[in-house]
């Protein structure tokens, strides 16, 4: 499975962005999705998940209420809906999937979110 995140760009406090992650290859295997992102010296984190059917998300505690998640499996993309962004949300977002087989995708080149204050 190939990822490739878009959407990212340079955001005041406050405001909104939407990100997609779009999947190719071999797209029937995927079973759970999520968004992580890593900030400058941190360690990346899991933002939030999203199972194969799209009803059972979850989030980190610092994005509940603020981020959405979503998928269409019809389109193969993922999205991440970013409301009241923060300056601490400044990073560099990826995507990964699991498939059923419980293997990982590799990381795609992610898509750069600045928040500035």
């Known amino acids: 499975v190939q990822l490739v995140e878009s959407g990212g760009g340079l955001v005041q406090a406050g405001g909104s962005l939407r990100l997609s992650c779009a999947a190719s290859?071999?797209?029937?295997?995927?079973?759970?999705m999520g968004w992580y992102r890593q900030a400058p010296g941190k360690q990346r984190e899991l933002v939030a998940g999203?199972?194969?059917?799209?009803?059972?998300?979850n989030y980190v505690d610092s994005v509940k209420g603020r981020f959405t998640i979503s998928r269409d499996n019809a389109k193969n993309t993922m999205y991440l809906q970013m409301n009241s962004l923060k300056p601490e949300d400044t990073a560099v977002y990826y995507c990964n999937v699991k498939t059923y087989g419980g293997a990982f995708s590799s990381w795609g080149q992610g898509t750069q979110v600045t928040v500035s204050s």
């Open positions: 999203i199972s194969s059917g799209g009803g059972s998300t």
């Open positions: 290859g071999s797209t029937f295997s995927i079973d759970a």
